[in-house]
């Protein structure tokens, strides 16, 4: 009994070193997810984003509107959540809202995106401060 409580021990402090030493949202706590709705002229669009524990359903988000949700990334940095938009009876466009793997350096805590007037699609890299066009995945 006394081997198992010290070889736990040891399999803890393991784990709580190596999350210490990462930069990762593992360790510094939510992510938050934004997607705005910049569509102007009053359009609305709808939404629906989820990852592979979470649906967040079909939504309508009026103009100048946006969602937010948050969630804690997974231990093994696989965390994934997308999402399809429509908007005027438009083909849904599709986008990941959140890849551990590209987005833990770029939106680190917060991750913003904005569907714009022209109907592109802007992501907020809090690294550099600036909206970058971000292609949609059905649009390449």
């Known amino acids: 009994m ?13 784990l709580l070193l190596a999350s210490l030493s990462s930069t990762s949202n593992f360790v510094l706590g939510k992510v938050h997810v934004r997607v705005m709705n910049r569509l102007g002229h009053g359009r609305s669009m709808q939404i629906h984003c989820q990852s592979q524990d979470d649906d967040l359903g079909c939504l309508t988000v009026p103009d ?40 833990d350096n770029r939106c680190e805590a917060r991750c913003n995106w904005m ?26």
């Open 115 to 140: 569907i714009s007037e022209d109907g592109r699609l802007f992501g907020f890299n809090q690294k550099h401060g600036t909206w970058d066009v971000v292609q949609f995945q059905d649009a390449q």
């Open 64 to 103: 100048g509107r946006e969602i937010e949700w948050k969630f804690y990334v997974n231990f093994w940095g696989t965390t994934l959540f997308y999402c399809a938009v429509q908007w005027n009876g438009s083909v849904w466009h599709h986008f990941d809202a959140y890849s551990y793997k590209r987005d």
């Open 2 to 14: 006394r081997n198992m409580t010290r070889i736990t021990f040891v399999i803890l402090s393991v």
